[in-house]
């Protein structure tokens, strides 16, 4: 039974794992460390160097703050539909006459879970412009913009792929 994993007979909620946020946060308060370093040495090659790094992680350890205390699922699954918080398109909320198949891609480190959308489009549409712009290029390659990685997965995709399929009507 893993932990990350919430299973109830109406809702399955995947969270991922604490370590990835938790070694982020780690390496971005050394990398900001040697940032504030370099800035305080003197001579102006450190001090661009020094304010290049505080910029670059500070922008890293805030996200893997929020990422660590937020604490939003990445996947819940129920008889309505699927709540996508982990693909990079972070699209929301998907009904199931939304959905088409349930897939998983063979990648490094695992299988890749591909939600398939009937309208990528407007899936995308309901999103940032940026993640829109990577959400396209992702459905060129994957077949949908909706698609959590296997690094992000605290089980199997294709264990994550069967119990998914078993919530739809």
């Known amino acids: 039974m893993n932990p990350a994993v919430t299973r109830g007979p109406d ?3 995947v969270r991922a794992p ?3 946020p938790a070694l982020a946060l780690a390496t971005g308060v050394v990398g900001l460390a040697a940032g504030i370093w370099l800035a305080t040495l003197g001579g102006t090659a450190s001090l661009v160097l020094g304010l290049v790094l505080i910029v670059f992680f500070a922008v890293g350890t805030v996200r893997a703050a929020v990422r660590l205390l937020r604490g939003r699922p990445l996947l819940v699954a129920t008889p309505e539909g699927i ?3 982990g693909s990079i398109v972070a699209a929301g909320f998907l009904p199931w006459s ?4 349930i897939d998983v891609l063979p990648s490094r480190g695992g299988g890749m879970l591909v939600i ?4 990528p ?3 995308l549409a309901r999103t940032t412009p ?3 712009r990577v959400g396209r290029t992702q459905a060129g390659r994957l077949g949908s913009p909706v698609v959590l990685p296997a690094s992000v997965l605290p089980v199997p995709a ?3 792929a069967t119990e998914i399929e078993a919530f739809r009507p």
Not at 98 to 101: A, C, R, V
Request: charged letters at 45%.
């Open 18 to 20: 604490r370590t990835a």
């Open 98 to 101: 939304e959905l088409g198949s």
């Open 121 to 123: 489009e407007a899936v």
């Open 158 to 160: 294709e264990e994550l």
């Open 83 to 85: 709540d996508d918080g």
């Open 130 to 132: 940026a993640r829109a």
């Open 11 to 13: 809702r399955l909620e």
């Open 116 to 119: 398939g959308v009937r309208d």
